[in-house]
């Protein structure tokens, strides 16, 4: 690869079987990498989330590791919603309207998801690498033919390991964008800084949550599914 880092591009080649050889290439796809990575140059703002909608209406999920953010966008998608991300959304500010697209990699589950999703294991490929063990499901099947953005009607951080009653509070803005800073994907250099921060203010004037919930996903993605509507 070639990079001419005063215009911003770069030339390079792919081997074919990155593109199509064993599913274990194919879920860790370099072009979907440095998507990722190139995308403030794009006028998009990456950050690591999921997102699930209907109708043009997107609920954007954060949290940590392990909350619980793939299962619920996934079962929230049961209850008829679209999966468009479970690892990383990227927004784009067109005419002054807040979009959200969905990822372009397939869903990463946890090897506990399994207790509350058993047909993972006939419609998941399992991955092991050093010691760690994912599931990658193809995400396809509860989306759209054709990728479109959403427009976002709220947030929600989830918050697992509660162990009284689900608890939904509202968070402030000035509380959202300093949140929502800490999810973004990179480091991005300073030259994008107005980019982000009208991204992310626009975020943070929607509604913003945090869930406090027990350890069943079910219960986030109902949650989620009634934020939508």
Partial sequence: MAVDLE???????????????????????????????????????????????AEG????????????KTTACYLAAKLGMEFHADQGVFLDMRHNVLRAWGDL???????EALDFLPELRESAWRSTNAGLSFYYFEKRPLQSRWAKPVNPVCSIFLDRGN????????ISPEDAVVRLRGCLLFPEDEQFDAQINTALDALARKPVYSLQYGSDPRIAASFIEKLQR
């Fill in 7 to 53: 215009r911003r591009e770069a030339r390079g080649s792919l081997a074919e079987v990155f593109v199509e050889g064993e599913p274990g290439l194919r879920h860790n796809r370099p072009l979907d990498i440095l998507f990722c990575m190139t995308a403030p140059s794009l006028g998009l703002t990456a950050l690591s989330g999921g997102c699930v909608g």
């Fill in 105 to 111: 990699f397939p869903a990463v589950f946890r090897p």
């Fill in 163 to 170: 162990s009284g009653k689900p608890q939904l509070n509202e």
């Fill in 57 to 68: 209406r997107g609920v954007m999920i954060f949290g940590p590791p392990n909350s619980g």
